[in-house]
């Protein structure tokens, strides 16, 4: 069995079960303006432990709190406390929740898009046109983010 049949048997299909992908896009970018606050509040309480040093270095300091926001929050429900605001969660292409693992890979996946502004483009273009509604990420690892009301 090759992995797209495989992904097409243990995930929902969008077709005949389209309420798990039901604005998930709209959800994520909702979601993904909270974490942003998450992550810049998490940091700005950082800096005064760093003897106010951190200011000088803030975006790098957001960017390795984000990245350790983001593997922890899906490593322990597989989706950040953002998504969660919005009932959306990572599956895994076996349609499992996602493990460390997983929630280190989709991270690393996700910041290396953010940093080449071409692959960001590509990944929000995947997300709005894709029948999953998955990003460049997403596509690589062959997971999806559903509602998580509308659990199978």
Known sequence: MTHMAQMDYSLPNPDTQPEFYADVPTKRLVAWFFDLIVIVAISALIVPFTAFVGLFFFGFLMLVTGFIYRTVTLAT??????????????????????????????????????????AQIVSIILMLTSSRAQGLTDHVMGSVAINRAARF
Request: zero cysteines.
């Open 77 to 118: 429900g597989s989706a950040t406390w953002g998504m969660r605001l919005v009932s959306i969660e990572f599956r895994d292409r076996t349609g499992q929740k996602f493990d460390l693992g997983s929630a280190f890979l989709h991270t690393l996946g996700y910041h290396i898009s953010i940093s080449i502004f071409p």
